[in-house]
Every structure is written in C-alpha cells, then in structure tokens.
C-alpha cells in the first residue's frame, strides 16, 4: 500500500494511458483524480472512464478501513503495509494519448476534497492471472501432444486420447466393454474449446452414472442438452452424429470426411439453396461411390427434420437443403427379387459351416421382415412366444414409430431351441440374463458387431459348388447370377412379392415390414389386425415350405443343431 499526501503533489497535466495505471502499481488517489479529470477535458472518455473505475474501488478499500480504525490521518502498517513515499520518487511517463471515445456523464466524477481526507491511500494491485480453463488446459494438452497410440489427458482416469497427423479422437474407457467414442476430427479440422468443452461434459455425466450404477451404452447417453445453434456445414453433421443411428454413424463420419472437409465444412447453411447443395452430392471427390449422392440426400433431410423437431436446438435459419432433391434409383431397384430357393440354399449353407448364429439371423431377417442392424440388436425381453409377435421401440426403427413384428407360429418352436443353446454356449462367467439374442462372445452386454463376413463367405461356398456342379454352362451362369444377387436387405423384397402371391393387401404388406399403411382406405377396411397378421404369416411359412425344399431342409438343420448337446 501506499501514503500519499495530496498537497505533495504538483498536479501537472501529465497525461498517461489508463491501462498503464496497472503496471505502475501504486499512485495517488489525488493524481487519479487530477488525471480523469484531464482526459475527460481533451475529449477522451474511455481513459477518464477507466480512470473513475480504479479511483472508486480506492475508494471503497479506504472508507471501509477508515470506518473500522476510526482514523483519517493513516493506516496501520500490520493491515495495509504501508509505504511511504517522497513525491520526488514519483514517475510519471509521456505518452501520446489514443483511445476510443466512449460516452461518459462526468457528474459521476466526485469532488476531489468531498471525496478524500488530506492524507489518503490507493493500491492499485496488478490482477492476478486467472487460473486455466479446464477446458483450455485439455486443448493445450491435446495441442501440445504428438503423435500418439492412447494417451490418458490431464489424469482423467477412462478417458483415452488418440492424435495423429488426421484426426484426433476422444474415447472413454469402460471394463469389459469396446471403447466408446466420444468425439473425432475430420482431416483438416482443428480442434476447438468448444469441442474440450463438451467432452469433459461427457466425461463427468459418464461418472456420474457409473456412481449410480447406471449403464453407460451409447453417447447418446452422456449428450449434453444444452441450446443448440446449427449453422454450418460442420455443426450440422455433428448433430447428426448424436441423433443418427448407431448403424449410419461410420458412413455419415465418411461421407462427412469426403465432401465437406476444409472450408466447406464451416460455410454457412444460410447461404445455400437447394440447387447449391445438389451440386456438392453430384460432385466426384475423390473416393467417391456411386451411392453418395443418395445416401447424403436421404441423411441430411433426417437429419434436418432431427433438429427441426428438438426443443434443444435453436430455429433454423435455412431451409432442407435436400427438398426437390429427387433420389436417384439404381437399376438394381428394378431387379427381380432374390428366389426363395436362392435364398435356402445360402440358409442350408450357413447351417452346414456351422455358421448357426449367423444361419438364425438371416432366418429371423426374412422370417419377421427386421432390417439387418435391426435384427443384430434384438433383445430378448422383445420377444413374446405366447403372442408370436417383436415388439420395436420407437427409437430403434426408421420411421421413429412403435411397431410389432410377427413371428409365424411355426418359428416359435425354432426360436426357444435358439435361445436355450445360446445359454448353452455362453462364455464361461457370463452372468445374468443375456439380453440379446446374438450376444457378443467378447464384449459384455453387447451384441455382435455384424454377420456380413458369415454372409459373404456362405454365398461365395454356394457359388464355388455352382461352378463344380454338373449343370450346364448357362445353367450355372443363370444360378450363379441369382446368388450374386442375393443380398440380406432384398430379401424384404422377397417377402412383399410371397405376400402378394398369398393376396395380401397392401396395407397388410406394409404392416408386416413394420411400416405404418399410408392409404385412410387400407386401414378402414383392410384386416390390419395382429390375429391376422399372425394367420398371413403361418401362411407364408407353409408356402415357402412347399415352394422350396431346401427351405425346409434348413429348418431342420437349425433344430437338429440346436437339439445337440454341447
């Protein structure tokens, strides 16, 4: 602290910048006034502003200790380590004044002699530097940090940083679970505060649930929902990462890598209209793929709708960019649908590797018309036997509606010898109920990734018998054809082609693919009912029993492997 006698000064009319007060410490009450004052004269009310800011917190400091120590003369050295000074020790610097004008009522000014006693104090202390951000020091980690296989940041204990010269990637560490990934740059994207911001966010919402024993199974799980403000490119598809499926996160991180990195990625949405955006999913960056423009048409208008429907997000300020964006139909489109006898032959072909959990997912694919990813991630307290019938969340289908698939009674039977051997060749020390009928042999509480490699493998083993096969060469070229043809999603094609030779309507068609019938007439009169959903599909059972003996033939098979002991 600082004594100071306001008549051991000459006020001169020495101007000095106002930010200068801080690096010189400690001046007297009285100059601070005197100085205000002078700015405030020649025009410059920033610096006079600046100048009453530190005069009145002086002030304060010294009418509050005035009032405790009943003194106006001086203050106690103990409590204000006072220094005295000679007014032939003060420095006082010229300097050009150049401040931005800034309006100020110079009646806030007070009276210098109303204002202070003859003898006076001011400490004018140099502000502490504020500690880092947590957020700040992450990035400065993260920035500083080289190349690196898994590092743990800042000792945050589960979280698990991976940075190379493309990306840097953000995971939380869970015991007997797959890493789960909380964020990733594209090439080319910097890592921002706001990014560090909503990890640690993340990172502290997934403690708090393990504290409550809760499960921690997706990022949706830790999203933080706080308001949103979409109004890039890049803000845009990170939205989509948070409310997309678990099944369409890699190929919208792909197709997000491939069009939209660098600059195009920050480009204001506002700014775009329909025909701009056209141009950018028509063009060829390289690695492009023939389905491109479609898939991101179909995802930036789910995503849109996401965000336009969430409470948490700000109004949009622009348009879906994917309306009057007709798709483009692949001439596969137009293709027949796979056979039923194609089709049983890559069954019974998964059922002869022993491919058996791999042979029931296709079966429940075309047997209960679930998609693929949708099939993978089915849980057994789904599943009613006595009503023949899956139940499906409203989150987990594509159109975002509860719906209910129906099992043929004829797979009922099938389906309860499936989950007995599953029990039967669980991992050793795996407790509890399993929770989803193609349980993961590695990870805990997960289901398996995918069966496509299972899949391809069968097709390529039907294939190769075709080729060795005594048939002629255009026979064999023909069935070779339908195998290739053969994919897991068509076979929902397959099932809207058996289901018109059985006369079903085509409110019950849709029904039974878990969509909702669009036509008013279809659900007034046709007989949408689950007593004859369930009667259709026993229908369709015995049709394709008939149709194809190899379809049966796998059936059996299924049974028969079920039935073994382990």
């Known amino acids: 602290m600082t004594v100071v006698s306001a008549n051991s000064y000459s006020l001169e009319a020495r101007l000095i910048p106002a930010d ?26 920033s610096a006079s502003q600046k100048c009453w800011y530190l005069f009145s917190d002086a002030l304060s400091v010294i009418q509050s200790i005035k009032r405790h120590t009943n003194s106006s003369d001086h203050f106690s050295a103990d409590s204000l380590q006072v220094i005295q000074l000679s007014a032939n020790e003060r420095v006082v610097k010229h300097h050009d004044v150049s401040r931005e004008v800034v309006a100020v009522n110079n009646d806030n000014f007070p ?11 001011i400490d004018i202390a140099e502000p502490k530097p504020k500690p880092e951000s947590r957020e700040a020091a992450l990035l400065t980690f993260v920035e500083n940090c080289n190349a690196v296989n898994a590092v743990t940041p800042l000792d945050l204990k589960s979280l698990k940083l991976l940075k190379n010269k493309n990306s840097v990637r953000f995971f939380l560490r869970r015991k007997g679970y797959k890493d789960l990934e909380l964020l990733k740059t594209n090439k080319g994207e910097a890592l921002s505060l706001n990014d560090c911001c909503n990890v640690l966010k993340m990172y ?21 929902r706080e308001s949103i403000q979409i109004t890039s490119f890049n ?29 195009l990625g920050e480009a204001k949405l506002g700014a775009f209209r329909s025909d701009d955006f056209k141009r950018i999913i028509e063009s060829r960056p390289e690695g492009w793929q023939k389905s491109d423009r479609d898939e991101l048409k179909k995802l930036f208008s789910s995503i849109y709708n996401k965000a336009d429907a969430d409470r948490n997000v700000e109004q949009l300020k622009f348009p879906n960019l994917a309306d009057g964006i007709k ?60 009503d023949c019938f899956i139940n499906v969340r409203c989150h987990e289908t594509k159109n975002g509606k509860y719906t209910r698939h129906v099992i043929a009674p004829q797979k009922v039977p099938l389906l309860k010898s499936f989950k007995s051997w599953a029990l039967r060749v669980r991992e050793p020390g795996r407790n509890g109920p399993m929770r989803y009928l193609f349980e993961s042999p590695k990870l805990v509480d997960a289901p398996i990734s995918n069966f496509d490699d299972k899949f391809n493998a069968a097709k390529n083993a039907v294939l190769l018998d075709i080729e060795n096969s005594d048939l002629s060469e255009e026979d064999r070229e023909l069935k070779c054809k339908l195998v290739k043809r053969l994919t897991q999603h068509k076979l929902r094609k397959m ?72």
């Not at 502290?204 to 933080?224: N, Y």
């Open 495 to 566: 099932n809207k082609k058996i289901l018109s030779d059985l006369n079903a309507s085509i409110g019950q068609s849709e029904r039974d693919a878990g969509r909702t019938p669009n036509e008013n007439v279809s659900r007034a009169y046709d007989d949408l009912t689950d007593d004859a959903l369930v009667a259709l599909n026993k229908r369709k059972h015995d049709f394709m029993v008939t149709t194809s003996p190899t379809y049966q033939r796998a059936i059996e098979a299924l049974f028969d492997s079920f039935s073994k002991e382990v």
């Open 20 to 45: 200068e007060f801080a690096a010189a410490q400690k001046l007297p009450v009285s100059y601070v006034i005197e100085l205000a004052e002078r700015y405030s004269q020649i025009g410059d009310y």
């Open 327 to 386: 798709r483009n139909r692949d001439v596969n489109s137009f293709e027949a649908p796979p056979e039923v006898e194609t089709y049983a032959t890559v069954l019974l072909k998964l059922c002869q590797q022993n491919e058996l959990s791999a042979a029931m997912h296709l079966l429940l694919q075309e047997s209960v018309s679930t998609r693929k990813s949708l099939t993978t991630e089915l849980e057994w307290e789904r599943v009613l036997f006595d």
């Open 204 to 224: 502290e919402h997934f403690k708090l649930r393990v504290e409550e024993g809760l499960p921690v199974t997706s990022v949706k799980e830790l999203a933080v």
């Open 111 to 121: 009276a210098q002699n109303d204002a202070l006693q003859t003898t006076d104090v």
């Open 235 to 263: 803000e845009m598809l990170r939205y989509g990462l948070e409310v997309t499926t678990d099944s369409s996160v890699q190929k919208l991180r792909r197709l997000w890598l491939r069009y939209f990195n660098g600059e």
